[in-house]
C-alpha cells in the first residue's frame, strides 16, 4: 500500500551563525563551502563514520586522546551534526588501515583542525540518510527532521539504524554543507562528561600497559650506559637458567618470556652481563648558554626590522631554562606482532600513528602498507615522549617470536634519561626606550637545539632503537617546525605588542648529542617568559604598574579583553601581604591560537611557593567549557613544575636524573589553587587551548617572586639556590 503523501512539516529557520572554517553554518538551503584540509585529504565518508543496525555511530578520527579530553569534544561536534544523544556516538581509536590520516595531535589543533572536518562528514552523514527518508516517504528531504537519533515528519518516523543497511557511506564528501536542523537541544557549548574518566576513576583497563593479547609476551630492552656507548660483550651464559629468550642487533639488546617478573629480573642481569665502550660526549651542564651559543647555527631571520632610532636608552637582559623532561606519569610502552603472513600490527600511544609507521617501516625496509599501527591510550603525553620508541623496542623484540605478540615497557630509569627532552634555551633581549618609558626599538636574539626529532624527520626513522642496531642509523640534530607552522625556535618570538623597529632572530644548533624534540609549547615556553619578564623590568625602570605598561603598549582587543579580565579577577592592585607578591604573564600562543593571561601569588620567604593562578583566555568559540578549564589548569600546573622545580641533570657522559628523587616535580601539596575565566567570543573559530597557560605561567610566576622579594632570577627554574645566585649576583 502506497505511503499517503503527509502535510508540510512545521520546521523553523535557525541561525547559529560561525565563521568561515568554524564548526556549523545554519541556513535553510545547502551552504557551499571549502573541504577542511584533513577531510580533503581523506575524503570518504566511511573512513569517518559509520552506523550499526542498532543506531549506534562509530566516529573515526585521526586525533587521538592523551588525557586531554579531545574525543569528547569531537564526540559532541559529531553528535550535535548528526542529530543524536552522545551516548549513540562512539568514539573509536585512531588506526592507519581503518580511519583517516590527520597527522599529528599536537600544536593544540585538534579542534581547530579535526572539528570542522567531523562536523562537515557528520552533516553530510545525516543527509544522506534524511534523503533516504524522503525517498522511501515520497517527500521533499527538506520537510524530514532529525532529533535524538530519530528522522522523522510528523507521523512518519525511521532511525539511523533502521537505514543502516540502505545508505551508502563508501561515497567521497562534497563541497556542500547540508544545514544542521535547529529542532534539537544543542551539545556543543556544553560540559559534557568526558567520555575517558569513568574507566580510569574506577581503574579498569584502560591504558596499553593492560593491554592483554592471546599469547601475549613481555618484552624489556637494556638500555647503553649513556648516549655513546657500544656493545663490546655479551655473557649470554648467565641467562641459561632463564626460561626468557635473548635478543641482540648489534648493540640493541633485550629479553622475551611469558613471565612479566623473570623478564623483568632478566634484564637487570643482563646489565651485569654486559660490558660497554663509553666516551664523554656530552655538554657542561653548569654552561648551556655557551653550549647552546657554540654553533655551528641554522640562522633564522623571523622579523629582520629597521635600525633603532638613534634617541633613547638602552636595556638589556639575558634569559634561560634548561633541558626538561617530559616526566609522565607512568612509563611508555608498547606492543606488536609480527604476523604469519608477513604483516605488522602495532599498538602504540604515540601522538603521531602514521608518522610512527612510515618510520617503522623507514628502518626495516618494509612497505607501510604491510603495517597497521593503532592508538591505545597511555600516561599523558605533552609532545615527542617515549611512545614512539617503545613501540620499536616492540617490533624489534617480537621479530624473534612470529605469530607472538609483545609488550615492551620502559623502566622509570629509562623514561627520565633516554625519552627525547625539551631543548635547554637562552635569550638576549635589548630594548631602546624613550624618556617616558615606551618601547622605541625591540632586538630578540633566542638560541636553542631544534624541537622536532619525531619519527620520520630529517628523511630518517628518528626512533632510538635504530641508532644502536648492526646497522645503525646516524640521526642529525633535531629539526624545528618552519615557521607557517608554528615554528620551534622562534615559537612566540615575535611579541605581541605594537613595538617599532624590532628584530628577531632565532640560532638553532646543528650539532649536539643531546637528543631533544617536542615538548609542550617547544620554544613558546621560553620565549614567553623571557619577553613578558622583560616586560615587566621595562615597566619598572619606566616606573610604571606592569599591567597598565602592558596596555599601553597594546592594541589587540581581544588581548586587552583577557589581560583585564585577568587583573579583575586576581584583584590587580590590591595590596598584599609582606613576602607576597603578585606577577603577570600574557601572550597569545603561536601568534595566531588562544590568548591567555595568567595573574600568580606567590609566597616567598624560605621557599618559593605559588599560592593561587588566575587565568582568562580567549580560545573563540567553546566546544565544551570544563574541556576547556581542564586543559588550562593541567598546562598552568605543569608550567609551574618546571618554573620551580625541574631540571634534567648530566655529567659528561650519563644522565643523573634518571628518577623522582634528581628530577623532581611539583607535589600535590604544593599545587596552586587555580581559576579559570573563559573569555568567549562564539562568532569566532575554535582554537586549542592545551599550550596556552605554558608561557604566561612561567613569567607570571617569575614577575611575582621579583615583585615579593626585589630580586630578578632570570634563569630557570626558580630554586631557593638561584634565587641566591641572583641576589649574589653583581647586578644586584
Given at each position: 500500500?502506497?505511503?499517503?503523501?503527509?502535510?508540510?512539516?512545521?520546521?523553523?529557520?535557525?541561525?547559529?551563525?560561525?565563521?568561515e572554517?568554524?564548526?556549523?553554518?545554519?541556513?535553510?538551503e545547502?551552504?557551499?563551502?571549502?573541504?577542511?584540509?584533513?577531510?580533503e585529504a581523506?575524503?570518504?565518508?566511511?573512513r569517518w563514520?559509520?552506523?550499526?543496525?542498532d543506531g549506534?555511530?562509530?566516529?573515526?578520527?585521526?586525533?587521538?586522546?592523551?588525557?586531554?579530553?579531545?574525543?569528547?569534544a569531537?564526540?559532541q561536534i559529531?553528535?550535535?551534526?548528526?542529530?543524536?544523544?552522545?551516548?549513540?556516538?562512539?568514539m573509536?581509536?585512531?588506526?592507519?588501515?581503518?580511519?583517516p590520516?590527520?597527522?599529528?595531535?599536537?600544536?593544540?589543533?585538534?579542534?581547530?583542525?579535526?572539528?570542522?572536518?567531523?562536523?562537515?562528514?557528520c552533516?553530510?552523514?545525516?543527509?544522506?540518510?534524511?534523503?533516504?527518508?524522503?525517498?522511501?516517504?515520497?517527500?521533499?528531504?527538506?520537510?524530514?527532521?532529525?532529533?535524538?537519533?530519530?528522522?522523522?515528519?510528523?507521523e512518519?518516523?525511521?532511525s539511523?539504524?533502521?537505514?543502516?543497511?540502505?545508505?551508502d557511506?563508501d561515497?567521497?564528501?562534497?563541497p556542500?554543507?547540508?544545514?544542521?536542523?535547529?529542532?534539537?537541544?544543542l551539545?556543543?557549548?556544553?560540559?559534557?562528561p568526558?567520555?575517558?574518566?569513568?574507566?580510569?576513576?574506577?581503574?579498569?583497563?584502560?591504558f596499553i600497559?593492560?593491554l592483554?593479547?592471546?599469547?601475549?609476551?613481555?618484552?624489556?630492552?637494556?638500555r647503553?650506559?649513556?648516549?655513546?656507548?657500544?656493545?663490546?660483550?655479551?655473557?649470554?651464559t648467565?641467562?641459561e637458567?632463564?626460561?626468557?629468550?635473548l635478543v641482540r642487533?648489534?648493540?640493541?639488546?633485550?629479553v622475551?618470556?611469558?613471565?612479566?617478573?623473570e623478564?623483568?629480573?632478566?634484564v637487570?642481569?643482563?646489565r651485569?652481563a654486559?660490558?660497554?665502550?663509553?666516551?664523554?660526549?656530552l655538554?657542561?651542564?653548569?654552561?648551556?648558554?655557551?653550549?647552546?651559543?657554540s654553533?655551528?647555527?641554522?640562522?633564522?631571520?623571523?622579523?629582520?626590522?629597521?635600525?633603532?632610532?638613534?634617541?633613547g636608552?638602552?636595556?638589556?637582559?639575558?634569559?634561560?631554562?634548561?633541558?626538561?623532561a617530559?616526566?609522565?606519569?607512568?612509563?611508555?610502552?608498547g606492543?606488536?606482532?609480527?604476523?604469519?603472513?608477513?604483516?605488522?600490527?602495532?599498538?602504540?600511544?604515540?601522538?603521531?600513528?602514521?608518522?610512527?609507521?612510515?618510520?617503522?617501516?623507514?628502518?626495516?625496509?618494509?612497505?607501510?602498507?604491510?603495517?597497521?599501527?593503532?592508538h591505545?591510550e597511555?600516561?599523558?603525553?605533552y609532545?615527542?615522549?617515549a611512545?614512539?620508541?617503545?613501540?620499536?623496542?616492540?617490533?624489534?623484540?617480537?621479530?624473534?617470536?612470529?605469530?607472538?605478540p609483545v609488550?615492551?615497557?620502559?623502566?622509570?630509569r629509562?623514561?627520565?634519561?633516554?625519552?627525547?627532552?625539551g631543548?635547554?634555551?637562552?635569550?638576549?633581549?635589548?630594548a631602546?626606550?624613550?624618556?617616558?618609558?615606551?618601547?622605541?626599538?625591540?632586538?630578540?636574539?633566542v638560541?636553542s637545539?631544534?624541537?622536532?626529532s619525531?619519527?620520520?624527520?630529517?628523511?630518517?626513522?628518528?626512533l632510538?632503537?635504530?641508532?644502536?642496531?648492526?646497522?645503525?642509523?646516524?640521526?642529525?640534530a633535531?629539526?624545528?617546525?618552519p615557521?607557517?607552522?608554528g615554528?620551534g625556535?622562534a615559537?612566540?618570538?615575535?611579541?605581541?605588542?605594537?613595538?617599532?623597529?624590532?628584530?628577531?632572530?632565532?640560532h638553532?644548533?646543528l650539532?649536539?648529542?643531546?637528543?631533544?624534540?617536542s615538548?609542550?609549547?617547544?620554544?613558546?615556553?621560553?620565549?614567553?617568559f623571557?619577553?613578558?619578564?622583560?616586560?615587566?623590568e621595562?615597566?619598572?625602570?619606566?616606573g610604571?604598574?606592569?599591567?597598565?605598561?602592558?596596555?599601553?603598549h597594546?592594541?589587540?582587543?581581544?588581548?586587552?579583553?583577557?589581560?583585564?579580565?585577568?587583573a579583575e579577577?586576581?584583584?590587580?592592585?590590591?595590596?598584599?601581604a609582606?613576602?607576597?607578591?603578585?606577577?603577570?604573564?600574557?601572550?597569545?600562543y603561536?601568534?595566531?591560537?588562544a590568548y591567555?593571561a595568567?595573574v600568580?601569588?606567590?609566597?616567598?620567604e624560605?621557599?618559593?611557593?605559588?599560592?593561587?593562578?588566575t587565568?582568562?583566555?580567549d580560545?573563540?568559540l567553546?566546544?565544551?567549557?570544563?574541556?576547556v578549564?581542564?586543559?588550562?589548569?593541567?598546562?598552568?600546573?605543569?608550567?609551574?613544575?618546571?618554573?620551580l622545580?625541574?631540571?634534567?641533570?648530566?655529567?659528561?657522559?650519563?644522565?643523573?636524573?634518571d628518577?623522582?628523587e634528581?628530577?623532581?616535580?611539583?607535589?600535590f601539596?604544593?599545587?596552586?589553587?587555580?581559576?579559570v575565566?573563559?573569555?568567549?567570543?562564539?562568532?569566532l573559530r575554535s582554537v586549542?587551548?592545551?599550550?596556552?597557560?605554558?608561557?604566561?605561567?612561567?613569567a607570571?610566576?617569575?614577575?611575582?617572586?621579583?615583585?615579593?622579594?626585589g630580586?630578578r632570577?632570570?634563569d630557570?627554574?626558580?630554586?631557593r639556590?638561584?634565587?641566591?645566585?641572583?641576589?649574589?649576583?653583581?647586578?644586584?
Amino acid at each position: 500500500m502506497p505511503l499517503r503523501r503527509p502535510p508540510p512539516c512545521r520546521t523553523r529557520r535557525h541561525e547559529r551563525r560561525f565563521p568561515e572554517g568554524g564548526l556549523m553554518t545554519v541556513e535553510r538551503e545547502a551552504v557551499r563551502t571549502t573541504i577542511p584540509n584533513t577531510l580533503e585529504a581523506n575524503p570518504v565518508l566511511s573512513r569517518w563514520v559509520s552506523v550499526d543496525a542498532d543506531g549506534i555511530v562509530d566516529v573515526r578520527v585521526g586525533k587521538v586522546e592523551l588525557g586531554q579530553g579531545i574525543l569528547t569534544a569531537l564526540s559532541q561536534i559529531a553528535a550535535e551534526e548528526l542529530g543524536v544523544d552522545l551516548g549513540q556516538v562512539r568514539m573509536r581509536p585512531a588506526n592507519t588501515r581503518h580511519g583517516p590520516n590527520e597527522g599529528l595531535t599536537a600544536g593544540s589543533m585538534s579542534i581547530a583542525q579535526s572539528g570542522p572536518a567531523v562536523r562537515m562528514v557528520c552533516a553530510q552523514v545525516r543527509a544522506r540518510f534524511v534523503a533516504e527518508a524522503a525517498r522511501r516517504w515520497n517527500v521533499g528531504a527538506e520537510r524530514v527532521t532529525v532529533r535524538q537519533g530519530r528522522i522523522r515528519c510528523d507521523e512518519l518516523v525511521t532511525s539511523y539504524g533502521a537505514l543502516a543497511g540502505a545508505v551508502d557511506l563508501d561515497v567521497p564528501a562534497g563541497p556542500e554543507a547540508p544545514p544542521a536542523h535547529g529542532d534539537r537541544p544543542l551539545i556543543v557549548g556544553t560540559s559534557a562528561p568526558r567520555l575517558d574518566v569513568p574507566d580510569k576513576v574506577a581503574g579498569r583497563p584502560r591504558f596499553i600497559h593492560d593491554l592483554r593479547l592471546p599469547g601475549q609476551l613481555f618484552g624489556r630492552v637494556l638500555r647503553p650506559p649513556s648516549p655513546g656507548a657500544e656493545l663490546l660483550r655479551l655473557d649470554a651464559t648467565r641467562f641459561e637458567a632463564m626460561n626468557v629468550e635473548l635478543v641482540r642487533d648489534g648493540s640493541f639488546v633485550g629479553v622475551v618470556g611469558a613471565d612479566e617478573a623473570e623478564v623483568t629480573r632478566a634484564v637487570e642481569a643482563l646489565r651485569d652481563a654486559t660490558s660497554w665502550d663509553e666516551r664523554d660526549t656530552l655538554p657542561d651542564e653548569d654552561d648551556l648558554p655557551g653550549f647552546l651559543r657554540s654553533g655551528p647555527h641554522e640562522t633564522i631571520d623571523v622579523l629582520t626590522g629597521e635600525p633603532p632610532p638613534p634617541a633613547g636608552r638602552t636595556i638589556r637582559a639575558s634569559y634561560s631554562r634548561p633541558f626538561l623532561a617530559h616526566a609522565s606519569m607512568a612509563p611508555s610502552c608498547g606492543v606488536a606482532r609480527w604476523n604469519h603472513d608477513g604483516t605488522l600490527s602495532v599498538w602504540s600511544h604515540s601522538q603521531g600513528i602514521h608518522g610512527l609507521r612510515a618510520a617503522i617501516a623507514l628502518a626495516l625496509d618494509m612497505d607501510a602498507d604491510r603495517i597497521e599501527v593503532e592508538h591505545a591510550e597511555g600516561a599523558g603525553s605533552y609532545g615527542h615522549n617515549a611512545a614512539d620508541d617503545a613501540a620499536f623496542d616492540a617490533v624489534l623484540l617480537a621479530r624473534s617470536v612470529p605469530g607472538r605478540p609483545v609488550q615492551a615497557q620502559w623502566s622509570r630509569r629509562d623514561e627520565l634519561a633516554w625519552s627525547p627532552f625539551g631543548s635547554a634555551m637562552s635569550v638576549d633581549v635589548e630594548a631602546r626606550v624613550g624618556e617616558s618609558g615606551e618601547v622605541l626599538a625591540w632586538s630578540y636574539d633566542v638560541w636553542s637545539q631544534g624541537h622536532t626529532s619525531r619519527p620520520g624527520y630529517a628523511g630518517v626513522p628518528g626512533l632510538l632503537a635504530g641508532a644502536y642496531l648492526e646497522r645503525p642509523w646516524r640521526y642529525p640534530a633535531p629539526a624545528d617546525p618552519p615557521q607557517a607552522r608554528g615554528a620551534g625556535t622562534a615559537r612566540n618570538a615575535v611579541p605581541i605588542y605594537d613595538f617599532p623597529h624590532r628584530r628577531i632572530t632565532g640560532h638553532r644548533l646543528l650539532r649536539t648529542p643531546i637528543r631533544s624534540s617536542s615538548l609542550r609549547a617547544l620554544g613558546a615556553f621560553m620565549n614567553v617568559f623571557a619577553i613578558e619578564s622583560f616586560m615587566d623590568e621595562l615597566a619598572l625602570s619606566a616606573g610604571a604598574d606592569p599591567l597598565a605598561y602592558r596596555l599601553a603598549h597594546l592594541g589587540d582587543e581581544r588581548g586587552r579583553r583577557v589581560l583585564e579580565r585577568a587583573a579583575e579577577a586576581a584583584g590587580w592592585g590590591t595590596p598584599v601581604a609582606e613576602g607576597t607578591g603578585r606577577g603577570i604573564g600574557f601572550a597569545r600562543y603561536k601568534d595566531k591560537g588562544a590568548y591567555c593571561a595568567v595573574v600568580a601569588e606567590v609566597e616567598a620567604e624560605t621557599e618559593i611557593r605559588v599560592r593561587r593562578l588566575t587565568i582568562a583566555v580567549d580560545v573563540g568559540l567553546v566546544v565544551n567549557p570544563d574541556g576547556v578549564r581542564n586543559q588550562i589548569e593541567g598546562g598552568a600546573t605543569q608550567a609551574a613544575s618546571w618554573t620551580l622545580k625541574e631540571r634534567v641533570r648530566f655529567d659528561r657522559r650519563r644522565v643523573t636524573s634518571d628518577d623522582w628523587e634528581s628530577y623532581p616535580i611539583l607535589r600535590f601539596s604544593e599545587a596552586p589553587e587555580i581559576h579559570v575565566e573563559l573569555v568567549e567570543d562564539p562568532g569566532l573559530r575554535s582554537v586549542g587551548a592545551g599550550e596556552a597557560a605554558q608561557g604566561p605561567t612561567a613569567a607570571a610566576i617569575a614577575n611575582a617572586v621579583a615583585s615579593a622579594i626585589g630580586v630578578r632570577v632570570r634563569d630557570l627554574p626558580l630554586t631557593r639556590e638561584a634565587v641566591v645566585t641572583a641576589i649574589e649576583s653583581p647586578d644586584f
